[in-house]
């Protein structure tokens, strides 16, 4: 599937970027997956450091105490240097020579280079505060920055793996975990680590990461701790391999997304509609982030594939009448449709008008972005109102046209994305989704070998039938794995896991083939299920 393309620099194939260049890169995917997500950036720029890993906080630029030197003439008042830019303090640092203040200097010169990715010359700094007269004097602020950049061995066997194992979102962090867990991966340990389902949970794993000696971190799994965890992963040059689903990454930065996002979803559909030659098409969504994410991408792809969206609106999901919505969709407002109003009236009962009346659908694919409980409802109100959809192949066009008084109605095709993929839908939805399509990452037991065999393992596990998110997971460690053990024999091990990954496919995923996108995020084509009876069965 497509992914938005980022406003920065991405490496071809096979390239190993370098620190310095990744971590500047690393701003471009947290401002897309900020976008994505609905979040702003963070003002200053999201690079910048916690007070508590340096012991003070600092802009990157100088607020007025630190005048440019020009030539090199003009001093830095010694009370000041912490408020003066770079440029400013690296003139008077070259001054000073190993005088005082010359340590404070470099120390300032250090948290700046540290600030902005660059840690050798940090460190650089650091060793060259050490021979200053004023060393003592801020020894302990050395110390600290120090220990903050000093960064233990990289373990090449370990990967970190975040995920809210504690909290209100755990049920999901153990689904996934035993997900992971059942991804074949010789040679490489799982360590994982509970981000409490919280962005400063997020910070503190990859933190924990990093003390581990991690060659990567695949997670976490929330949109917020996704947004924490890349910003943190990519400032210490840990690249981190995302399972939250949402549209952004920047292999360039070490950031990747091994899931589907729900704007990936409605692009697919779009796909779909071009694809089985529905030329007209329209969406009704639930008033939610997520019914508005699929929605927005759907209309954005159909229209630029060509399709006529002819029709959209939304419904509220947090009640079970949904009766307004569809009426208002449909347009069966009888004070906005003369020919409503006029059949209404003059129908014996106000059953008997609503039941006979003919409506006008302009639209031959209806995309309905919600779970399968509240799209069973959505659904059965659609023929309760003469719409009518397509539950045979072939239906009888006489039958339609005597039906509608003469008019042959538009026939519509009802598609549902992964949140329809239950045993329960059809007998929720009843013959309103009959024939009705719907896209999914993951078709259990209908998949694939590598699906089926994934399937039966997790409910041996579990108890339970594995979710399109735990089949993702588990594709997604798969990738990781691989890469972990492409990258094991190279010079910098994490640079050569990014690049690995970058490079990553899959021919025999839970989720079927899936090759990595020039964008960092991976590209699948869904299963495409159909209900048939009182099954689920994948479309012909």
């Known amino acids: 599937m497509t992914a938005p393309e980022h406003g920065g620099p991405s490496p071809r194939l096979g390239q190993q970027p370098g620190a310095p260049r990744r ?28 007070s508590h890993a340096v012991g003070q906080s600092h802009a990157a630029t100088g607020g007025g105490g630190g005048p440019a030197t020009g030539g090199g003439a003009v001093a830095i008042d010694p009370a000041r240097i912490d408020e003066a830019d770079e440029g400013s303090v690296l003139a008077a ?26 840690e050798d010359e940090a460190r650089a700094l650091l060793a060259r505060a050490a021979t200053a007269a004023d060393e003592r004097e ?21 990967v970190a793996v975040l995920l809210p194992l504690s909290g209100r979102f755990a049920l999901i962090g153990s689904e996934l975990k035993a997900a992971i867990q059942l991804a074949p991966a010789p040679g490489t340990t799982w360590k994982f680590l509970d981000t409490r389902g919280e962005p400063e949970g997020a910070e503190q794993a990859v933190d924990a990461a990093l003390a581990a000696g991690a060659v990567a971190i695949l997670g976490p799994v929330g949109q917020k701790e996704a947004l924490a ?18 549209d952004g990454a920047d292999p360039a930065a070490g950031v990747f997304r091994l899931v589907d996002s729900p704007a990936d979803e409605g ?11 529905f030329p007209t098409v329209a969406v009704f969504a639930p008033r939610d982030d997520l019914g508005a994410e699929s929605a927005e991408a759907f209309v954005a792809e159909a229209q630029r594939l060509g399709l006529a969206v002819t029709g959209q609106g939304t419904y509220d999901p947090t009640g079970g009448d949904v009766e307004v919505d569809v009426k208002t969709f449909l347009n069966l407002i009888p004070a906005k449709n003369p020919r409503l109003a006029q059949h209404l009236a003059r129908a014996k009962t106000q059953r008997a008008g609503w039941t006979s009346f003919s409506p006008d659908i302009p639209f031959s694919l209806l995309y309905v972005p919600d779970r399968y409980d509240r799209a069973a409802i959505v659904a ?76 039966q393992a997790f409910t041996a596990r ?57 964008t960092g995020e991976l590209e699948r084509d869904p299963n495409i299920l159909e209900v048939q009876g009182d099954q689920v069965v994948v479309a012909p």
């Open 93 to 118: 640092l070259e001054r000073a020579g190993d005088s005082a203040p010359a340590a404070r200097l470099a120390l300032r010169a250090a948290r700046l280079a540290y600030h902005r990715g660059d």
């Open 462 to 518: 579990t108890g339970r039938a594995a979710s399109s998110a735990a089949a993702q997971a588990h594709d997604a460690a798969l990738l990781v794995a691989r890469a972990r053990a492409a990258a094991q024999a190279g010079k910098d091990v994490r640079a050569a896991f990014t690049a690995a990954l970058a490079r990553g496919k899959l021919d025999d995923g839970a989720c079927g083939p899936a090759a990595m996108g020039v």
């Open 380 to 455: 059965a109100f659609l023929p309760y109102y003469n719409v009518e959809l397509r539950t045979t192949e072939f239906p009888d066009v006489e039958r339609l046209r005597r039906k509608h008084g003469g008019r042959l109605p538009q026939v519509v095709q009802l598609v549902g994305g992964a949140g329809w993929n239950h045993p329960s839908l059809p007998i929720r939805g009843g013959e309103a989704v009959q024939g009705a399509l719907f896209v999914d990452a993951f078709a259990g037991d209908l998949a694939g070998d590598t699906g089926a065999q994934l399937a």
């Open 23 to 50: 971590r500047a890169a690393a701003a471009l995917a947290v401002a897309a997956m900020a976008a994505a997500c609905g979040h702003k950036q963070p003002q200053g720029g999201w690079l910048e450091r916690d």
């Open 138 to 158: 801020v020894n302990d602020e050395l110390v600290a920055l120090g220990a903050a950049i000093a960064a233990p061995p990289v373990q090449p066997g370990v």
């Open 267 to 277: 692009r697919a559909v779009a796909k779909l509609a071009l694809t089985e030659g």
């Open 229 to 246: 965890a890349a910003r943190r992963a990519s400032l210490r040059g840990l690249p981190i391999a995302l399972l939250a689903p949402s």
